[in-house]
């Protein structure tokens, strides 16, 4: 089966970076799945799971936005903030929560909207991770 290059790089660390047959990617404009030789294309990332599927099996990480790069033989995630799923614990959870209600009550009127759309996909990750 053909595979491709993954990295998963955040500010703190790189997370990953191995030879995967398919990455799930939690999209701004929707989910997509990028397998080996997919269109050359960039994306932003809104809070989700994202997924890679590889001869070590499946692996999940939670990023809270960022950039997606993928160019036919490689997928390219730089995240905002990542971290493998297990890894993400009850204060976690909290603390961005907290940094995400105190940006939306912060937000302006042109950027309400967007605010309210994170924190809502953000709130929605979460709850479904830790099971809240």
């Known amino acids: 089966m053909a595979t ?4 998963l790089v955040s500010p703190e660390r790189r997370l990953a970076s191995m030879e995967v047959t398919e990455v799930q990617i939690p999209g701004a404009d929707g989910d997509l799945t990028a ?4 269109s050359p294309m960039i994306t932003t990332l809104r809070p989700g799971v994202l997924k890679v599927s ?9 990023v809270t936005g960022g950039f997606a790069d993928i160019a036919g033989p490689s997928a390219t ?20 929560i907290k ?9 302006s009127d042109g950027a309400a909207d967007a605010a309210a759309k994170y924190h809502a996909d953000l ?3 979460l709850d479904a991770i830790v099971g809240r």
């Open 4 to 7: 491709m290059q993954f990295d």
């Open 35 to 38: 397998m080996p030789d997919h």
């Open 54 to 62: 590889g001869a070590e099996g499946e692996k999940s990480y939670f």
């Open 77 to 96: 995630i730089l995240a905002e903030r990542a971290m493998p799923v297990e890894e993400v614990t009850g204060e976690i959870v909290e603390e961005l």
């Open 99 to 107: 940094a995400s209600e105190e940006q939306k009550s912060a937000a």
């Open 123 to 125: 709130t929605m990750t």
